[in-house]
């Protein structure tokens, strides 16, 4: 089953706008990564951010987490036309181990009009 | 460096055909991973490998087999292909005891006819 859903599904937007989206999960997380998929390729991982992190940046990307409501959002800001691709959260839950595999949410597809 | 290959590309098999799909990284990396992706399903894992020498099931691991030659290689085996195999796999590595972050390769369009 997944442990990610991702919020909505499918997303149009302005080239310059911001684009968000939501992930929620269900049970306790070690930590929570953001993929990005262009299409025909493999996932590649953009940015992670731990359990007892709130929130992270990297370059025009900016992730929060809210354990509190098992959610995340990722935050596209001033998005370009290469940024139109499939975005996927995964969670990796804790175990005795350390973590354990990652669970893929569905994604959400964003499209960025020139 | 190559990252993460996969071969083949494509592939086409007839209901019963066996094939295996190859994998392999040149990351170091101890952990490998095979995924399927469907359409609005996202990745569904299939079998993972965190070490050289040991192998686990994933959510899907009913109709496939795996192998973990070495460090580097982990192929997936389909033993009697059906309809339902038609997927999009992709092989990924990373390091399951440590962050986890996953470094995919291509992917492998197979179509069961």
């Known amino acids: 089953s997944q442990q990610g859903e991702e919020d909505p599904q499918a997303l149009s937007i302005q080239e310059g706008e911001n684009a968000t989206m939501n992930c929620s999960y269900k049970t306790s997380i070690n930590n929570l990564q953001w993929y990005r998929q262009n299409s025909g390729r493999g996932l590649v991982h953009l940015i992670l951010?731990?359990?007892?992190?709130r929130e992270k940046h990297s370059g025009r990307l900016r992730v929060t987490l809210d354990t509190s409501k098992k959610s995340s959002s990722l935050l596209i800001t001033a998005s370009r036309a290469a940024d139109t691709a499939s975005y996927f959260c995964?969670?990796?839950?804790?175990?005795?181990?350390?973590?354990?595999?990652?669970?893929f949410g569905t994604g959400t597809r964003l499209t960025i009009i020139p | 460096n190559a990252g993460v290959t996969q071969t083949p590309k494509f592939q086409v098999l007839k209901t019963g055909q066996s094939m295996t799909l190859q994998c392999a990284q040149d990351m170091n990396h101890n952990s490998m991973y095979w995924y399927r992706q469907d359409p609005g399903m996202g990745l569904r894992l299939i079998y993972y490998?965190?070490?050289?020498?040991?192998?686990d099931k994933g959510e899907v691991p009913n109709g496939y087999n795996v192998s973990r030659l070495n460090k580097r290689e982990f192929s997936l085996r389909l033993e009697s292909a059906a309809p339902s195999q038609t997927s999009v796999y992709f092989c990924a590595t990373g390091h399951l005891y440590l962050y986890n972050e996953q470094f995919f390769g291509p992917g492998t369009r197979l179509t069961v006819l």
């Open positions: 490998s965190a070490s050289e020498g040991t192998t």
């Open positions: 951010i731990r359990s007892n992190e």
């Open positions: 995964a969670t990796s839950k804790p175990s005795n181990f350390g973590n354990e595999k990652l669970t």
